[in-house]
């Protein structure tokens, strides 16, 4: 297997065994489970799909639910697809705790950044504003200024910087350290930080 679900709990710091202070970030990883194994016979790939969370039958479609009742297994809230696995090494229904990793590891994480809204150009580029509070311009603090010349090009270039949608990217954190496990209680602690808010889905991968 190439990686697993969880879900992020949040910061912390914790003491190194030379005495550091190691700023660390909780994940519950897993535990998952097996819901399908594709292969290249029947389905043109090797993957497993993997299951984590929860959640009622009235809130999964009829054609994943019928998935989920032909192998007699739980509802699970969030399904992912994970290549490169051997798939001799797994059956359907099979669980994968935290325990899938060793303190010491090096994980790649893949999440989405905090959504902020509609923002304007001084947060979402770091714009200075035009001007100051002086000559009138007391509505003017936070505008974007001038975004081209009327008579050319008369239009607005592609990429110009404006305001717009700011956040709830995917974002990619790699070499990220496994610092502690918890197998029992299906945690595991990594060095700094990863993207998203508290109790956002993540993808761990092994390197």
């Known amino acids: 297997?190439?990686?697993?679900?969880g879900k992020k709990i949040g910061m912390t710091s914790i003491f190194g065994n030379d005495g550091e202070i190691i700023p660390v970030t909780v994940i519950e990883a897993g535990p998952c489970r097996v819901v399908t194994i594709k292969t290249?016979?029947?389905?043109?790939?090797?993957?497993?799909?993997?299951?984590?969370?929860s959640r009622k039958e009235k809130n999964v479609t009829k054609p994943v639910a019928g998935q989920y009742k032909k192998n007699q297994l739980p509802y699970s809230s969030v399904l992912k697809e994970f290549r490169d696995v051997e798939l001799a090494d797994y059956k359907i229904g099979d669980e994968i705790k935290a325990d899938f990793f060793k303190e010491g590891d090096l994980i790649k994480i893949k999440g989405r950044s905090k959504g902020k809204g509609f923002q304007g150009v001084m947060k979402r580029h770091g714009f200075s504003g035009v001007g100051g509070t002086t000559h009138g311009q007391s509505d003017r603090l936070r505008a974007p200024g001038s975004i081209g010349s009327s008579s050319y090009p008369s239009r607005v270039f592609k990429g110009m910087r404006m305001a717009?949608?700011?956040?709830?990217?995917?974002?990619?954190?790699?070499?990220?350290?496994?610092?502690?496990?918890?197998?029992?209680q299906n945690l595991i602690m990594v060095k700094g930080a990863i993207p998203g808010p508290?109790?956002?889905?993540?993808?761990?991968?092994?390197?």
């Open 164 to 184: 717009g949608r700011m956040g709830y990217d995917n974002i990619t954190v790699a070499n990220l350290k496994v610092v502690k496990v918890d197998a029992e």
């Open 198 to 207: 508290k109790s956002s889905i993540v993808e761990l991968l092994k390197k």
């Open 1 to 5: 297997m190439s990686g697993l679900l």
């Open 40 to 53: 290249v016979k029947k389905d043109g790939y090797d993957a497993v799909q993997l299951g984590y969370g």
